[in-house]
């Protein structure tokens, strides 16, 4: 079976570039949620849909960042303007249900030159 | 506060000494704890699911178990390829959230 798919796997571009992350979530999950990854903060949730709808973005660090799911197969988040400080791994994971396990993909790893 | 503790923060084993791994929560009300493996340059994998103190569970040399207070991954005869990160992460009751601890590094030497 196919797990959450994630691209690009590596993307470096320079400051002030716009970014997009895109997520497959597997097929049949209600959940997707958007997560980054640094040595200093460990594991930060960004964005949690359910259904399609963003039910909760407190998490997204600013305005320059911006997440959509325009259907149940497809994700995608966006910085624009990048800056440095946004380098990080970003993750994307779904999930079946409640009490159900969240279920990662294998993130993409951005660098903002 | 709702806090996630693992400890230690790194452990070196020889191949075939047993151990085990920490993960203290306070939080008000367990949905579940959950336990993940990470590789590098990979995302978390998804090991355990504990529900209710007491509650075990086993998967090869990998054994979770869960208190009041805390869970434990015991790691029985390890092997070098168990060597990764393992995350511990809580979700309380009426929350989506998983509030993940900073995970333990394992290093099993042959």
């Known amino acids: 079976d196919a797990g959450v798919i994630q691209s690009p796997r590596h993307e470096v571009t320079e400051m002030g570039q716009e970014v997009t992350l895109r997520c497959k979530p597997i097929?049949?999950?209600?959940?997707l949620f958007w997560y980054r990854q640094t040595m200093m903060r460990g594991l930060e949730l960004l964005i949690y849909f359910n259904n399609n709808v963003p039910i909760d973005d407190s998490g997204m660090p600013e305005d320059r960042f911006s997440a959509k799911m325009p259907n149940a197969s497809f994700s995608t988040l966006k910085i624009q303007p990048s800056e440095p400080r946004d380098s990080a791994v970003y993750f994307c994971?779904?999930?079946?249900?409640?009490?159900?396990?969240?279920?990662f993909g294998d993130g993409t790893r951005l660098s903002i030159l | 506060e709702d806090q996630v503790t693992q400890s230690p923060e790194a452990l070196r084993l020889q191949e075939g000494e047993s151990s085990s791994l920490n993960c203290s929560y306070t939080v008000s009300g367990l949905r579940g704890l959950f336990w993940y493996r990470q590789d590098p340059g990979k995302g978390p994998e998804f090991l355990f699911t504990l529900y209710s103190a007491g509650e075990e569970k086993e998967k090869e040399r990998l054994k979770a178990t869960l208190t009041k207070k805390e869970s434990f991954l015991h790691i029985t005869a390890p092997k070098p390829e168990d060597s990764a990160t393992y995350l511990c992460?809580?979700?309380?009751?009426?929350?989506?959230?998983?509030?993940f601890g900073s995970g333990t590094r394992l290093l099993v030497r042959p």
């Open positions: 097929s049949g999950h209600n959940s």
């Open positions: 994971a779904s999930k079946a249900g409640t009490g159900q396990p969240q279920h």
């Open positions: 992460a809580v979700q309380m009751d009426s929350s989506y959230k998983l509030i």
